[in-house]
């Protein structure tokens, strides 16, 4: 049953899997509500929707411990509303009544916690004016062979995508070349090897508003829970640059031993660009310039970015750049037999012998999944009998700030039978979903803000390892990789030969039309598919593996001069 009168209330997408057992435990598919969107409103505007719903439950759904910070700000906006009642659902699917006097504890929890961030980002604000002028400092590797990896991300929700896929990446290759790993993270370990140790990093239980003064607040708590918790320094800490967080600096000056610093493009420029933006973004920027400035070693992903560096002042001796990767054991097309892959299929309602063609993400605004839409929405209005008769099916994994407009290309007047939106689903799943495709579709788009694309998209070299049929842009790095490809300007009229080499199918990035085109010619190519998909495969298992991407940073760590470090 579908109605008007039941809401649900989140900050962040819910998975297809806990979004069905949601469903199914309070009887009803409601009405979502996502706070992202509403916080664009004007707060007069904010107030008359949410006294305007006329609703009868309004359901606050919890998918994942870490989220509990933000339940105040989610009561607090449940006692403005007009619903008859208010219960939290928690990841158990326990429903928890929310008396609507409640909310004035809640929201009294708010303000303290709102005074304690704006103490706490005041005086990051003063470390990093010290810090940002103070000069790095020769250190020596610790005893022993245990790294420290620091992941400070706050990923609310679901952990999916290319970022987990990179953490665990560059964990599990730390461990198989021999590193003592503990891995210090709020989120609960995922797709880790027994031998990567780990290390809870606790939130604050109730964030405060603005949520980016909090982020300070965490990172303190941060710092603090490491010197409690680490006795012996470690060889070298390792950590992955996040917003407003800077406790690698702050441990390895103290400990005296190497940083290396994950650089994966400035979280300024991302929350500008893609994001929601960062009302202080002198601090967050002081942040970024701190890690930087005293990193021994800067890891990134694309020499794009070793370009931006530089011109941020980064000499380049202390830079060195690798491709994100994939783990081939992981992404191993034989993991999955084909009663499984049939199973799946079913489940999803798509015919066994359908031609599937797939796109997993984040769905993020540089993914270009909404290019893809369009793509999908010409070739329906066009070709629908076609694409009958060859039974080609599309399929969206995935959720995120694209969504909307995936769902306007792909909403009425529109035969949607030919696609099927699965929702965000578990990293660790991917592979599987990945096995009933055909044809894996890669359509980034350029910067909107005209500057060069940065990104090394990890989607692309887990289609690799697949032995996927790629379709995907011709962008920066992208384009590089797989060069050795077919170009939707110039597709072939013959069968591909014995000694066929290139990877994928090419396509201007943004361009619907080549896209269509590119589309076209790979569903109707089923020889081209197996040739693609087995050179990919090829390509990614010789250049593009986690232990290489690895092996390139201890190289590098071994390579600085005031370390030492013996490999």
Same mark, same amino acid.
Request: net charge positive.
């Given at each position: 049953?579908?109605?008007?009168?039941?809401?649900?209330?989140?900050?962040?997408?819910?998975?297809?899997?806990?979004?069905?057992?949601?469903?199914?435990?309070?009887?009803?598919?409601?009405?979502?509500?996502?706070?992202?969107?509403?916080?664009?409103?004007?707060?007069?505007?904010?107030?008359?929707?949410?006294?305007?719903?006329?609703?009868?439950?309004?359901?606050?759904?919890?998918?994942?411990?870490?989220?509990?910070?933000?339940?105040?700000?989610?009561?607090?906006?449940?006692?403005?509303?007009?619903?008859?009642?208010?219960?939290?659902?928690?990841?158990?699917?326990?429903?928890?009544?929310?008396?609507?006097?409640?909310?004035?504890?809640?929201?009294?929890?708010?303000?303290?916690?709102?005074?304690?961030?704006?103490?706490?980002?005041?005086?990051?604000?003063?470390?990093?004016?010290?810090?940002?002028?103070?000069?790095?400092?020769?250190?020596?590797?610790?005893?022993?062979?245990?790294?420290?990896?620091?992941?400070?991300?706050?990923?609310?929700?679901?952990?999916?995508?290319?970022?987990?896929?990179?953490?665990?990446?560059?964990?599990?290759?730390?461990?198989?070349?021999?590193?003592?790993?503990?891995?210090?993270?709020?989120?609960?370990?995922?797709?880790?090897?027994?031998?990567?140790?780990?290390?809870?990093?606790?939130?604050?239980?109730?964030?405060?508003?603005?949520?980016?003064?909090?982020?300070?607040?965490?990172?303190?708590?941060?710092?603090?829970?490491?010197?409690?918790?680490?006795?012996?320094?470690?060889?070298?800490?390792?950590?992955?640059?996040?917003?407003?967080?800077?406790?690698?600096?702050?441990?390895?000056?103290?400990?005296?031993?190497?940083?290396?610093?994950?650089?994966?493009?400035?979280?300024?420029?991302?929350?500008?660009?893609?994001?929601?933006?960062?009302?202080?973004?002198?601090?967050?920027?002081?942040?970024?310039?701190?890690?930087?400035?005293?990193?021994?070693?800067?890891?990134?992903?694309?020499?794009?970015?070793?370009?931006?560096?530089?011109?941020?002042?980064?000499?380049?001796?202390?830079?060195?750049?690798?491709?994100?990767?994939?783990?081939?054991?992981?992404?191993?097309?034989?993991?999955?037999?084909?009663?499984?892959?049939?199973?799946?299929?079913?489940?999803?309602?798509?015919?066994?012998? %359908? !031609? #599937?063609?797939?796109?997993?993400?984040?769905? *993020?605004?540089?993914?270009?999944?909404? &290019?893809? =839409?369009? /793509?999908?929405?010409?070739?329906?209005?066009?070709?629908?009998?076609?694409?009958?008769?060859?039974?080609?099916?599309?399929?969206?994994?995935?959720?995120?700030?694209?969504?909307?407009?995936?769902?306007?290309?792909?909403?009425?007047?529109?035969?949607?039978?030919?696609?099927?939106?699965?929702?965000?689903?578990?990293?660790?799943?991917?592979?599987?979903?990945?096995?009933?495709?055909?044809?894996?579709?890669?359509?980034?788009?350029?910067?909107?803000?005209?500057?060069?694309?940065?990104?090394?998209?990890?989607?692309?070299?887990?289609?690799?390892?697949?032995?996927? %049929? !790629? #379709?995907?842009?011709?962008?920066?790095?992208? *384009?590089?990789?797989?060069?050795?490809? &077919?170009? =939707?300007? /110039?597709?072939?009229?013959?069968?591909?030969?014995?000694?066929?080499?290139?990877?994928?199918?090419?396509?201007?990035?943004?361009?619907?039309?080549?896209?269509?085109?590119?589309?076209?010619?790979?569903?109707?190519?089923?020889?081209?598919?197996?040739?693609?998909?087995?050179?990919?495969?090829?390509?990614?298992?010789?250049?593009?593996?986690?232990?290489?991407?690895?092996?390139?940073?201890?190289?590098?760590?071994?390579?600085?001069?005031?370390?030492?470090?013996?490999?």
């Amino acid at each position: 049953m579908r109605s008007a009168l039941h809401y649900a209330l989140t900050t962040y997408p819910l998975s297809r899997a806990f979004r069905t057992r949601f469903e199914q435990s309070v009887g009803v598919s409601p009405v979502y509500l996502d706070y992202t969107e509403l916080r664009k409103l004007r707060p007069l505007g904010f107030i008359r929707k949410m006294r305007n719903l006329r609703a009868t439950t309004l359901l606050l759904p919890v998918e994942d411990e870490l989220s509990r910070c933000i339940l105040p700000l989610l009561r607090g906006i449940a006692a403005i509303a007009d619903a008859q009642s208010v219960a939290i659902v928690h990841p158990d699917l326990r429903a928890e009544r929310v008396r609507r006097s409640s909310a004035f504890g809640a929201m009294a929890g708010l303000t303290r916690a709102s005074v304690v961030a704006a103490r706490d980002m005041a005086y990051c604000a003063r470390e990093l004016a010290a810090l940002n002028v103070a000069p790095r400092l020769a250190k020596a590797p610790g005893r022993g062979s245990t790294a420290l990896y620091i992941n400070a991300n706050l990923w609310f929700g679901l952990k999916a995508g290319g970022s987990i896929g990179h953490v665990t990446g560059v964990a599990n290759g730390l461990s198989g070349k021999g590193w003592q790993v503990l891995l210090a993270s709020p989120s609960p370990p995922t797709m880790l090897t027994p031998h990567v140790e780990t290390l809870r990093l606790r939130v604050p239980e109730v964030f405060g508003l603005p949520f980016e003064k909090s982020f300070y607040t965490f990172h303190r708590s941060v710092v603090a829970q490491l010197e409690r918790a680490i006795v012996t320094p470690p060889a070298f800490v390792y950590q992955r640059m996040s917003s407003a967080n800077y406790g690698g600096v702050v441990m390895s000056r103290q400990w005296g031993v190497p940083l290396v610093l994950e650089y994966n493009g400035s979280e300024v420029w991302v929350g500008k660009n893609w994001g929601r933006g960062f009302r202080y973004p002198h601090v967050a920027a002081a942040a970024e310039d701190a890690c930087l400035r005293h990193a021994d070693l800067i890891v990134t992903v694309s020499d794009v970015l070793v370009d931006e560096l530089v011109e941020r002042g980064v000499s380049r001796d202390r830079i060195i750049w690798y491709p994100n990767c994939v783990d081939p054991a992981v992404f191993e097309p034989t993991r999955f037999s084909n009663d499984a892959s049939l199973a799946l299929r079913k489940r999803l309602g798509i015919d066994a012998d %359908a !031609i #599937v063609v797939m796109f997993i993400g984040t769905f *993020g605004a540089w993914h270009g999944v909404d &290019v893809f =839409a369009q /793509a999908i929405r010409g070739m329906v209005e066009r070709d629908a009998a076609a694409l009958r008769a060859a039974k080609v099916h599309f399929v969206l994994v995935g959720d995120g700030v694209k969504m909307p407009l995936v769902r306007t290309a792909l909403s009425a007047p529109f035969d949607n039978s030919f696609v099927t939106m699965t929702g965000l689903v578990p990293q660790d799943d991917a592979p599987r979903y990945l096995a009933i495709a055909d044809v894996v579709v890669s359509p980034h788009v350029q910067n909107s803000d005209g500057s060069r694309f940065f990104g090394s998209p990890t989607k692309l070299f887990e289609y690799m390892a697949m032995g996927k %049929a !790629i #379709v995907a842009s011709d962008l920066e790095q992208i *384009g590089t990789i797989l060069a050795a490809g &077919v170009h =939707a300007g /110039a597709l072939p009229d013959d069968e591909p030969t014995a000694d066929e080499g290139r990877l994928a199918v090419l396509c201007p990035p943004g361009d619907v039309e080549a896209l269509i085109r590119a589309l076209r010619f790979i569903v109707g190519q089923p020889a081209w598919r197996r040739v693609l998909g087995r050179n990919a495969r090829s390509e990614a298992l010789t250049k593009y593996t986690w232990a290489r991407h690895v092996s390139a940073i201890l190289d590098g760590l071994g390579a600085i001069s005031n370390t030492g470090v013996s490999l």
